[in-house]
T-cell receptor, first 113, second 114 residues
Framework: SQQGEEDPQALSIQEGENATMNCSYKTSINNLQWYRQNSGRGLVHLILIRSNEREKHSGRLRVTLDTSKKSSSLLITASRAADTASYFCATDGTETSGSRLTFGEGTQLTVNP | DGGITQSPKYLFRKEGQNVTLSCEQNLNHDAMYWYRQDPGQGLRLIYYSQIVNDFQKGDIAEGYSVSREKKESFPLTVTSAQKNPTAFYLC?????????????FGPGTRLLVL
């Protein structure tokens, strides 16, 4: 079952603008991760935020987590054309066994030069 | 170079045929995973293995089989029982343990039906 749901499904912005993607999930989590996928390629891990953390930064990426609302957001600042990709959130649910993740449907980001 | 490799990049299956997708990692990871991705959609877990000689079904295991005889290798067989096998297949690995950490993905195999 798909625990994470991203919003919006697709986002188109101009280079230099900020991009915000949201992820909602249904059950309690140990951590939430964001991944990036360029077209026809494998996924690349971007950032992991634990359930007891509220915000985390990595370069131009900022992730927030609100466990009371069961939601997370990924902000990419000063976007570049090279940021064009699909972005997925993935959750490590407290009720799932072992080290498996549940991925959402993804947000397709297009950054126009 | 450390990493995770998948082969082949493209694979064609005839009706009624079993095909095997290869996944190898040299990251010394205990856990390995197989996902299926359909166009414009997210990843769905087929099978995963947390240790050698052990594996568990994911959400869509029907029509697939796996083995984990070596730590480095986790091949996926798409059997003739899988009626709609056309998809992009992704293999991943992680350190493993009781919590899910970062997963490292291979480049994927695209399976097409002739």
């Amino acid at each position: 079952s798909q625990q994470g749901e991203e919003d919006p499904q697709a986002l188109s912005i101009q280079e230099g603008e900020n991009a915000t993607m949201n992820c909602s999930y249904k059950t309690s989590i140990n951590n939430l991760q964001w991944y990036r996928q360029n077209s026809g390629r494998g996924l690349v891990h971007l950032i992991l935020i634990r359930s007891n953390e509220r915000e985390k930064h990595s370069g131009r990426l900022r992730v927030t987590l609100d466990t009371s609302k069961k939601s997370s957001s990924l902000l990419i600042t000063a976007s570049r054309a090279a940021d064009t990709a699909s972005y997925f959130c993935a959750t490590d649910g407290t009720e799932t066994s072992g080290s498996r993740l549940t991925f959402g449907e993804g947000t397709q980001l297009t950054v126009n030069p | 170079d450390g990493g995770i490799t998948q082969s082949p990049k493209y694979l064609f299956r005839k009706e009624g045929q079993n095909v095997t997708l290869s996944c190898e990692q040299n990251l010394n990871h205990d856990a390995m995973y197989w996902y299926r991705q359909d166009p414009g959609q997210g990843l769905r877990l087929i099978y995963y293995s947390q240790i050698v000689n052990d594996f568990q079904k994911g959400d869509i295991a029907e029509g697939y089989s796996v083995s984990r005889e070596k730590k480095e290798s986790f091949p996926l067989t798409v059997t003739s029982a899988q009626k709609n096998p056309t998809a992009f297949y992704l293999c991943a690995s992680s350190i493993g343990g009781t919590l899910a950490g970062t997963q490292y993905f291979g480049p994927g195999t695209r399976l097409l039906v002739l």
